[in-house]
């Protein structure tokens, strides 16, 4: 069976969603119970589902406030946060304190409690009802289209089905036919069965038979409503609990098909990785959406042709999935193929023909591969059978630059029939894949537009914000370079003629701060300081500034020195001697680094060394031109996170430096990774305009190891590309007649 599939890339973005104005409201209700409620209609309207989150004091500030600015969005009702007496949130969230319950674990009280106030206070509001903790994920709109095939009007109590660990077994007084809902993925009511036992929750607390708060609900509500939780074997999936992650944190099965079926996610312990979640079932839903648009293009251009409609402008996105869009004139219009086997990838793209499959390309197979096992078991149901992948044989890919990636994938996978005579068993199967791009998008920034042409032809105003180049704008934004120093005068000679040259005489609103460090040589020192001082007396002090630096040499202790001489608005980029600037990497400073939002950490083009390049090409190719991005000539610095730019406050958020990195390296790496886990976008880019010159790299073998390693590496990739490097030991006989393939031929 062939399966032809088509598949959109994922785009990580955030879904811009209406932003609700809050009231803060207090009452008090007939028991004497405080609450806080802080929603915009403070009027109980009939809603669909109610969702109590049971949490704690010392956590609303942090999983309740991110729990209610990401999943809680999505939710067709009110969600609302219970929490001890007393308790005073600073967050802006709807949340009630419970008398004379507190903080203790496990929480019976307040899980039974909390069902009871949502019984008495908002019974006839809706049709639903859910107890969930405060380190859940619930996808609101899934809930919600499970939960609308369910009759709300009669008794419903659904959830995980749990009966106990083994050791447990006898041990919670529950008979071989009863069970319990798991309390961590949720707990669903309907109407009817909150109108049956929430009333009895007092009793139900006066009659506990073990410590478990789940347990002793399912008992309370087996007693009164009469029901069971759920017995349905797809609860198990669908809501989700996290046995893979002990912290469940999910940063590892984010892209498992069970996580993608499932209603809820449970536990994400660390609420930061909520957001990052959020993120990643919000690029679902944008990728679903634009496989419906595609699907929908297609369907009108299937209908022009059979009603024979002349379009004015064929639109190639609304073509069907096909491998031979692309109909080469020339050998060279030859679109080829690399290899997939196990890990490795077989490509003459490589100067290496076999090499271990990249990151980018292993995360694409595992989405694409997800996407075509959703798509094999849409009516699995009804089909009485599903299908699970096991592995991947072996695969071709290539990318058409005009309409997206090709893929033709052998798949391992197992059949399984649940209807009828049972059976398992394992098949192959090819799919035929198209990654279809999606259309160019082009998205308005209105702190940096400010005019367009009009119909006339004139340049017209057409924002009602600033002039981009007005004083305090974003693309006049102050540029402070922090540059770490220690020796190299000719280098830095050239340095600071290129920031003359880019900054100083095209009066650019930037300043440059020196960190120097004591060196051995004070000649060079003094050199250094005296060029500093013509610069100073040309353009002024206000453009220059040098800080001393004494002690041995740390780079992250020097941008943090030069940091210091900041406000917390200033605009930072760390930069070092080796890189030679052109104009327009200022602007893309400016516009990608963003206060509390975004950082920006640029991917340079780094230099090969000119001696070994030139010693196969004559005087005249061997010119070492700063725009040449010959692959011959340098790479880009995929790997490199030094050159960076940020706002102060957004690197005191994150604790600055490591100051206890010592020499050059690793310090640039901890940054990054601390971003990263942050909840700063970082942004990175290509930056045509930043140009790492060669320069000797000496790595000092009694610094710290890791940066030993990572200092070696950065050497050894610097000599020259790959294929220059074959050719300089091809051209080595001594080399070639020691070789071990010499003899064995």
Known sequence: ??????????????????????????????????????????????????????????????????????????????????????????????????????????????????????????????????????????????????????????????????????SELGQLSLDTTENYCMGGPGMVFSQETMKLFAPHAEKCLNDMKTTHEDVEVGRCVRKYAGIPCTWAFEMQHIFFHNFKEDKGSFKHTLKDQAVYRALTLHPVKEPGQQYRIQNYLNSD?????????????????????????????????????????????????????????????????????????????????????????????????QRGRTIDYKKLLYGYVRTNPLYGADYILDLLLTYKKHKGRKITLPVRRHAYIQQTFSETEFIEDPEVSNSVQSASGDFTAYSQFRSPLSDGSITNKKINFIVPLSGRYLTFQRFIKNFEEVCLKNRENAELFIVLFDGDDLVEMNKIIDLIGRYQKQYGGDSIEIIHAHGSFSRGRALEIGADQCSESSLLFFVDVDIVLTHDALR????????????????????FDPHVICESKNEKECSMDLQNFNSDMGYWRHFGFGIASMFRSDLISIGGFDLTIQGWGKEDVDLFSRFIGSNMTVFRAIDPGMIHAFHPVICDPNVDPVQFKMCIGSKSSSYASQKNLANIIRSMPQILQNSPSKKFS
């Open 1 to 166: 069976m062939n399966c032809c599939v088509h598949v959109d890339y994922h785009v990580n973005i955030h879904l811009g969603m209406k932003e609700k104005q809050y009231s803060s409201l207090e009452k008090k209700d007939d028991l004497g119970l405080t609450y806080n409620l802080n929603w915009a209609d403070a009027e109980h309207n009939k809603g669909f589902l109610l969702i109590g989150v049971i949490t704690a004091k010392k956590y609303i500030d942090n999983r309740a406030q991110i729990a209610f600015e990401t999943w809680a969005k999505s939710i067709n009702g009110k969600v609302i946060f219970f929490t001890s007496e007393g308790s005073v949130p600073n967050a802006n969230i709807p949340v009630i304190s419970l008398r004379g319950v507190d903080d203790s674990y496990p929480p019976q009280k307040k899980s039974l409690m909390m069902l009871k106030y949502m019984n008495d206070h908002f019974i006839d509001d809706f049709e639903w009802f859910m107890r969930a903790d405060d380190d859940i994920l619930i996808k609101g709109e899934k809930l919600e289209l499970f939960l609308r095939s369910v009759n709300s009007s009669k008794p419903q109590f659904i959830g995980q089905t749990g009966l106990g660990t083994k």
């Open 285 to 381: 839903k944008i990728s679903d959406l634009h496989f419906k648009e595609l699907k929908l293009q297609r369907e009108v251009n299937i209908m022009d042709r059979i009603l024979g409609t002349p379009r004015k402008q064929q639109n190639h996105f609304g073509f069907g999935p096909s491998l031979m869009k692309s109909i080469p004139k020339t050998s060279d219009e030859v679109l080829s193929w690399e290899f997939l086997v196990l890990n490795s990838l077989s490509s003459h793209f490589l100067t290496n023909p076999k090499q271990s499959i990249g990151v980018p390309l292993k995360s694409a197979l595992e989405s694409i591969v997800g996407q075509v096992m959703h798509t094999l078991n849409q009516n699995s149901r």
């Open 588 to 607: 893309r400073i400016r516009l990608n680094t963003r206060e509390g939002l975004q950082v920006y950490f640029p991917i340079v083009f780094s230099q």
